[in-house]
């Protein structure tokens, strides 16, 4: 798998090694620590090498019949100051992972994200919704899904393909820009109000990462392919996020400090689910406020 020392690769590592997968992690630790991998580091072939790397990748996806693909950059607003690099890591690096995953592997799980929709037109977001990313994070995300989609019909490979809403818990850097429950749990640590961009009223579909882990294990397992929305089929306000993890938190409810919008950040989004729970028999079982008290935990 390509990711694994990053925020959920690194819990799936964790999984496939207590569910006794032989698991070989290719990293180049941009963004992912190796920390992450402290209690499996024993159990696992690690590569360090960037996806970019036809040579590394070559020789990493050699032999293996499963990829898992993480590896990505995320950050919207970056993406705005530097788009051919997010289309050189997400697109690019996605096809040269693809051109050698043909030749050994039978089944390719690449993890998308629900920024494909762009600003959705009803609610909640089926598959099948309209395609307009507002971002070059999205449009490379998007671009990479074609190439999935285009390699699976080419070369009758599984593919699947799973949108991920917004994913939080343990091991997520605040500098992620879907890292808000993180960074509002940050704040109420030393006592500061969250800083909220834009009014709050902006709706996500949170799933805590450990759910996400359990759905890749199952679709490792699964004979399944398509396009997949991973979220819970349940969406609340930043500012309903907000007051949660203050209370969360035992702490004092603090007013929030609002600044600007975020450039190429999407006003509503929320999980058509069905297909994820009718495919997989598989549907998250961590709420919202026992997620955060797992974050809180790990943090103490």
């Known amino acids: 798998m390509t990711g694994g020392a990053g925020f959920i690769g690194s819990h799936l590592v964790e999984k496939l090694v207590d569910e006794g997968f032989e698991t070989r992690v290719l990293d ?10 402290e209690r499996v580091k024993n159990d696992i072939e690690l590569v360090n090498g960037d996806v970019r790397d036809v040579d590394v990748v070559s020789k990493t996806v050699n032999g293996v019949n499963k990829v898992i693909h993480l590896a990505a950059l995320i950050d919207v607003n970056e993406s705005l100051r530097k788009p051919q690099l997010y289309h050189d890591v997400n697109s690019t690096g996605t096809l040269t992972i693809l051109n050698s ?71 997520q850097s605040q500098s992620n820009y879907s890292a808000v429950a993180t960074a509002f749990i940050n704040k109420a640590k030393i006592g500061e ?40 089929g349940s969406a609340i306000s930043i500012n309903q996020l907000a007051e949660i993890v203050q209370k969360t938190s035992n702490g004092g409810l603090l007013k929030p ?44």
């Open 28 to 37: 180049n630790f941009s963004s992912g620590n190796i920390e992450n991998l």
């Open 101 to 171: 995953a043909r030749l050994s592997a039978k089944k390719f799980i690449f993890t998308s994200s629900a920024a494909v929709y762009g600003n959705p037109v009803s609610l909640p977001v089926k598959e099948n919704h309209q395609l307009n990313p507002l971002s070059p994070y999205a449009a490379s995300k998007l671009s990479a899904e074609k190439y999935c989609q285009a390699y699976s019909e080419s070369f009758e490979s599984k593919t699947t393909i799973f949108r991920l809403f917004n994913v939080y818990g343990p091991r």
């Open 193 to 232: 109000p969250p800083i909220i961009f834009g009014d709050g009223e902006q709706t996500r579909d949170f799933i805590f990462v450990e759910d996400v882990v359990q759905l890749i294990i199952r679709s490792i397992q699964s004979d399944a392919s398509g396009v997949f929305n991973v979220g819970t």
């Open 257 to 300: 400090v609002y600044a600007d919008p975020r450039p190429g950040e999407i006003i509503h989004s929320l999980a058509d689910v069905s297909k994820m729970v009718e495919t997989f028999k598989f549907s998250p079982e961590v709420s919202l406020e026992d997620g955060l008290r797992k974050i809180i935990d790990a943090n103490n």
